[in-house]
T-cell receptor
Framework: DARVTQTPRHKVTEMGQEVTMRCQPI?????VFWYRQTMMQGLELLAY????????DSGMPKDRFSAEMPDATLATLKIQPSEPRDSAVYFC????????????FGSGTRLTVV | DAKTTQPPSMDCAEGRAANLPCNHS???????VYWYRQIHSQGPQYIIH???NNETNEMASLIITEDRKSSTLILPHATLRDTAVYYC??????????????FGKGTLLTVNP
């Protein structure tokens, strides 16, 4: 089965450091999402792209977070500077929204900021 | 997107059918009902979706009421591996401009041996 690949799977970093999370969407999928999950807030949408263009990033703290798609095979989510409250699991998902089908999620990046 | 209401938790015996309800009384005519689940420590997994007709695939069946204000996800023979949080989500499908999925709290289904 095709899958969405996220790297790294786990990341521990010190407060103030830059963090970059990567996502390889399924080949041919034109829509990519970034979600964040915490116990308190559940799954929150941070940003999403269609055909590599950002459609909505209203869920993302603009001062420290940035999301890009340098090409169709790579999406990145950066946090600079990182803070302890950014500790969460970050999921990437991809899909084809021309049709009705569901989206495929990656296994996530577990980020711990100490 | 229409809001959904699900019970916070349900139990089911292994081998029995699990019926997970979802209320979406404010659903619009062009909105689909989607179901996803999240097994502990994994990413959400797409299960099934429908507009107004009942749907079935290899994982589950989706029953949507005639007025479309509620639906039920049916796992016909639940196994221990079906223990997960199940999310019911309503979203515009083809022709819509809002592609995002908004997750609520879902239903924690626990399948007991």
């Amino acid at each position: 089965d095709a899958r969405v690949t996220q790297t790294p799977r786990h990341k521990v970093t010190e407060m103030g450091q830059e963090v970059t999370m990567r996502c390889q969407p399924i080949l041919g999928h034109n829509t990519v999402f970034w979600y964040r999950q915490t116990m308190m807030q559940g799954l929150e949408l941070l940003a999403y792209f269609r055909n590599r263009a950002p459609l909505d990033d209203s869920g993302m703290p603009k001062d420290r977070f940035s999301a890009e798609m340098p090409d169709a095979t790579l999406a990145t989510l950066k946090i600079q500077p990182s803070e302890p409250r950014d500790s969460a699991v970050y999921f990437c998902a991809s899909g084809l929204v021309v049709g009705e089908g569901g989206y495929t999620f990656g296994s996530g990046t577990r980020l711990t900021v100490v | 997107d229409a809001k959904t209401t699900q019970p916070p938790s349900m139990d089911c015996a292994e081998g029995r059918a699990a019926n997970l309800p979802c209320n979406h009384s404010t659903i619009s005519g062009n909105e689909y009902v989607y179901w996803y689940r999240q097994i502990h420590s994994q990413g959400p997994q797409y299960i099934i979706h429908g507009l107004k007709n009942n749907e079935t695939n290899e994982m589950a069946s989706l029953i949507i009421t005639e007025d479309r204000k509620s639906s039920t996800l049916i796992l016909p023979h639940a196994t221990l591996r079906d223990t997960a949080v199940y999310y019911c989500i309503v979203r515009v499908g083809i022709g819509g401009s809002n592609y995002k999925l908004t997750f609520g709290k879902g239903t924690l289904l626990t399948v007991n041996p």
